[in-house]
């Protein structure tokens, strides 16, 4: 049966300067055809094309033809670059699906199609969807590395040599004659823990590729400048700034874009010493509970008034400090604050000094640079492959008979295989591949 032939949208839908209409499939030329009569269908040459419909013109869009098998998918692949009204996109997909064989694209269908047309293998393809979530450097970079094979290349490598391993286990030959005089037992026994080793190590190599941003929580007494420090570190009037204590109520997150990645900044409601009030009670709650969840707590105290009475207590829970009103600053304040332990920061947010400081802190903080460019995986499908692929290699060193040990190595082979997509079932790849956005 011909494979079908199918459309989406590569771009978020709503109103843009352009879009991204992709087409993947046999059906591309009798498209261009159609759908495009005045383009001219020459390999990776972006050229104009009219799409007309009737007496109606649609757009004149820019288009890219990418004939099998160089291309994303491996298939005939054309690339539109509409205007991005959404009216023009709904009719030009519309025309296309026209063409017969036609059909939208379900989720990740592009990139399923580069997996099974051998584009891509299956750690590259959730590369991928690294790529589109990452949120700093860090994590993109991974994803590049991961993305040009780096570690299906190792997992490749150690898959070929349990195969070597195993055809020596399998054959049905005298061993120690083999592998020239030395005793079975131990060549065996010294393979396996090395395989076992490399197993172990790549195992240690999971990070979470962490998409989410990390949450910095800024909390203090009411009135200490929390709010203020936000509007100064997003250079914007965000939040409602007052000298009257209590201004804060919900907690409230605001983005921060940091040389290398974003954060989430939380402004909580003032922690006092008692509560006024039951709001104030139950505010001062929610401040609590969103402190938990923080990756780093800020604690803001003005530093131009004697300090809170709650201060030991607040500072015990915070990983670094800020002093707000620098410019307000009384000699005794400075004095106080020096008996603590961890990081401080002066800052005057009205006059946004100290905060380009601050900044520098929290990237170094939340994003440090790192000595070794070592590639992390980052699937937890792939890890539970590895992991299983161990515990094979482990019952294989147990066995006894050699026909157990070559059984449990084949077994330890084909997790490692499904690691790369070698081996593969349907259900993990629908699980994959609709984690992708449509038109990917
Ligand atoms: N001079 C000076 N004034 C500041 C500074 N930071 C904040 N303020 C002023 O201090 C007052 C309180 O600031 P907010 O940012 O509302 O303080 P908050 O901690 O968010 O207060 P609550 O939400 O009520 O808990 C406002 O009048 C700010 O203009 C600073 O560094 N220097
Ligand atoms: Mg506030």
Redesign the pocket.
């Known amino acids: 049966m011909p494979a079908t032939t199918i459309t989406a949208l590569a771009t978020p839908a709503g109103l843009s300067a352009l879009a991204v209409v992709r087409v993947s499939g046999p059906a591309v030329a009798d498209i261009c055809k159609i759908v495009l009569p005045n383009f001219k269908m020459q390999p990776r040459v972006a050229s104009l094309a009219k799409v007309v419909e009737g007496n109606l013109i649609i757009d004149n869009l820019l288009a890219i033809y990418f004939p099998a098998p160089n291309s994303y998918t491996g298939e005939d692949v054309l690339e539109l670059f509409p205007h991005g009204n959404p009216f023009i996109i709904r009719r030009l997909i519309e025309t296309i699906c026209k063409v017969p064989g036609v059909q939208l694209a379900e989720r990740g269908e592009f990139t399923e199609r580069a997996f099974l047309n051998g584009k891509i293998d299956l750690t590259q393809a959730e590369a991928l969807c690294d790529i589109l979530y990452a949120r700093n450097s860090q994590t993109l970079s991974n994803a590049h590395r991961l993305l040009s094979g780096e570690i299906s290349g190792e997992i490749k490598a150690l898959a070929e040599n349990i195969k070597n391993v195993s055809a020596k286990l399998e054959l049905d030959v005298d061993f120690a004659e083999d592998i020239g005089g030395a005793d079975s037992g131990e060549w065996r026994a010294e393979s396996l823990e090395n395989i076992l080793q490399h197993l172990k190590m790549l195992r240690k190599r999971f990070r979470k590729a962490g998409n989410e941003p990390p949450k910095a929580v800024l909390f203090?007494a009411?009135?200490?400048?929390?709010?203020?420090l936000i509007n100064a570190l997003v250079k914007e009037d965000r939040l409602l700034?007052?000298?009257v204590?209590?201004?804060?109520r919900d907690f409230v997150e605001v983005p921060l874009h940091l040389p290398s990645g974003d954060i989430l900044l939380l402004d909580t409601?003032?922690l006092a010493d008692t509560a006024q009030n039951e709001i104030d009670r139950r505010a001062m709650q929610k401040s609590r509970e969103v402190l938990e969840k923080a990756n780093l707590k800020i604690l803001?105290v003005d530093i131009s008034i004697p300090l809170p009475r709650n201060f030991e207590q607040l500072a015990r829970m915070a990983n670094i400090i800020v002093r707000?009103?620098?410019?307000?600053l009384i000699e005794n304040g400075e004095r106080r604050m020096k008996n603590n332990s961890q990081l401080e920061f002066s800052?005057?947010?009205?006059k946004n000094e100290g905060i380009k400081e601050l900044k520098e802190a929290l990237d170094n903080i939340f994003f440090p640079k790192e000595e070794s460019e070592e590639t992390w995986i980052t699937s937890e499908r792939q890890i539970a492959c590895i992991k299983k692929a161990e515990e094979c290699v482990l019952r294989a060193m147990q066995a006894g008979a050699v026909e157990l040990v070559a059984f449990e190595m084949r077994e330890a082979r084909n997790a490692l295989c499904s690691v790369i997509g070698e081996i593969s079932d349907e259900s993990v790849l629908n699980e994959i591949f609709s984690s992708y956005c449509i038109g990917k």
């Open positions: 203090g009411p009135n200490a400048g929390k709010s203020s700034v007052s000298e204590p209590g201004t804060t409601a003032g803001v707000t009103h620098s410019d307000m800052v005057a947010s009205p």
